[in-house]
């Protein structure tokens, strides 16, 4: 079999901008159905192309996601018992917790529980001066609390606990 020109055109659906361009001609009226369908079908793809980022990045569309606003928290409390130290997000939002440093400021055993509105989420033993605990959550591995409920620590005594926490507000 060997190559013979033809009567079609040779060309790329997109010149060298990247416009799709028609290479089919025909007027669009009239019995030319081949022509209005195929304008249609490049209209259609040039929509789409105009929405796609303008650039790869290594091989991929790149995926913009919001940034998070984490909010930074720290003090200290003493009373036993529940200590709010966040409020609520309101209706339908959560707290979730990415970092948090919580640590027993005096010689006395003191059970901490980090908890929300539902109950205990954490509970820490900080059997002295020193003692706690300093963890990092990594993405989609935070501490979420229960909806519109407020972030508590909950102290065995009046004992005072030194906290530095990072959460951002979301569903």
């Known amino acids: 079999m060997t190559y013979q020109e033809t009567a079609y055109q040779k060309t790329n659906i997109v010149d060298s901008d990247g416009n799709v ?6 007027s669009g009226g009239g019995g030319d159905a081949s022509a209005t369908n195929q304008q249609s079908q ?17 091989g ?15 003090g200290t409390v ?3 018992g529940d200590n709010t130290i966040a409020a609520t997000p309101g209706a339908g939002l959560s707290i979730h917790i990415t ?10 055993e003191t059970t901490i529980i980090l ?7 954490l509970p820490i033993l900080a059997p002295t001066k020193g ?8 993405e989609r591995s935070e501490i979420k609390l229960a ?14 606990i030194s906290y530095s926490i990072g959460y951002y507000v979301g569903t």
Request: hydrophobic share 35%; proline share 5%; glycine share 6%.
């Open 78 to 80: 003493s009373n036993s």
């Open 131 to 138: 003692d706690g605990i300093a963890q990092v959550y990594s």
């Open 115 to 121: 908890k929300d509105s539902s109950g205990n989420k």
């Open 42 to 58: 490049i209209d259609l793809e040039t929509e789409i192309r105009d929405r796609l980022p303008s650039a790869l990045i290594n």
């Open 147 to 160: 909806q519109n409920s407020p972030l508590i620590l909950n102290l065995s005594g009046a004992n005072s």
């Open 21 to 26: 361009i028609n290479s089919f001609g025909g």
């Open 99 to 108: 970092r948090l440093l919580i640590q027993n400021q005096t010689t006395t």
């Open 60 to 74: 991929y569309f790149p995926v913009i996601q919001p940034s998070l606003v984490i909010t930074d928290i720290t």
